[in-house]
């Protein structure tokens, strides 16, 4: 079965350094997602993507944050200047375009802590 | 705006007992409906989803049904099991866009036997 697959499943770096968190999204998906976690609160979204450009963001999505589509199949969620509350678990997903429900499939997780 | 509202875990459960996860949700056109699920140390999972008024989604005795007067989309299982120990998360998205979720906070469910 298709799945989104996430690297690495757990990275520390030290506060203000720059962090790539990456992703494959399924192969014949045409959006793409970034959401995190923070330990004990809601799952935020973060970012989506389409058609090789960002097609909604969040209010945490700031100059901090950019994602790319390097190639035809990976996806890259990276943060400068990393600070401790950016700590915490960063899921990747991907959905179908189309008339049907757009069902997200979530990769496992990428844990980041920030120290 | 936007937003799901799920009840407050953890919940405590004994083996075979059933299971009530409370969701509500507020939103501004007509939204799909998702529980998924959060295995420990996994990703998370798509558990079901219903698509309009009174549908009910369901897969692997859970269910759940579209509530539009109530707003509500609570999850129901009629006997637990260990294997069901996950952290639930309800969540909303709009049809045939590439919009966010919305999600709620999660409810961790822990069976014991």
């Known amino acids: 079965e298709p799945e989104v697959t996430q690297t690495p499943s757990h990275q520390v770096t030290q506060m203000g350094q720059e962090v790539i968190l990456r992703c494959v999204p399924i192969?014949?998906?045409?959006?793409f997602y970034w959401y995190r976690q923070i330990l004990g609160q809601k799952v935020e979204f973060l970012v989506s993507f389409y058609n090789n450009e960002i097609s909604e963001k969040s209010e945490i999505f700031d100059d901090q944050f950019s994602v790319e589509r390097p190639d035809g199949s990976n996806f890259t969620l990276k943060i400068r200047s990393t600070k401790l509350e950016d700590s915490a678990m960063y899921f990747c997903?991907?959905?179908?375009?189309?008339?049907?429900?757009?069902?997200?499939?979530f990769g496992q997780g990428t844990r980041l802590t920030v120290v | 705006g936007n937003s799901v509202t799920q009840m407050e875990g953890p919940v405590t459960l004994s083996e075979e007992a059933f299971l009530t996860i409370n969701c509500t949700y507020t939103?501004?056109?007509?939204?799909?409906l998702f529980w998924y699920v959060q295995y420990p140390g996994e990703g998370l999972q798509l558990l079901l989803k219903a698509t309009k008024a009174d549908d009910k989604g369901s897969n692997k005795g859970f269910e759940a049904t579209y509530r539009k007067e109530t707003t509500s989309f609570h999850l129901e299982k009629g006997s637990v099991q260990v294997s069901d120990s996950a952290v639930y998360f309800c969540?909303?998205?709009?049809?045939?866009?590439?919009?966010?979720?919305?999600f709620g906070t999660g409810t961790s469910l822990t069976v014991i036997p």
């Open positions: 969540a909303l998205t709009f049809l045939n866009t590439g919009n966010q979720f919305y």
């Open positions: 939103a501004t056109g007509y939204p799909s």
């Open positions: 997903a991907s959905s179908e375009q189309g008339l049907r429900v757009p069902e997200a499939f």
């Open positions: 192969s014949n998906h045409l959006y």
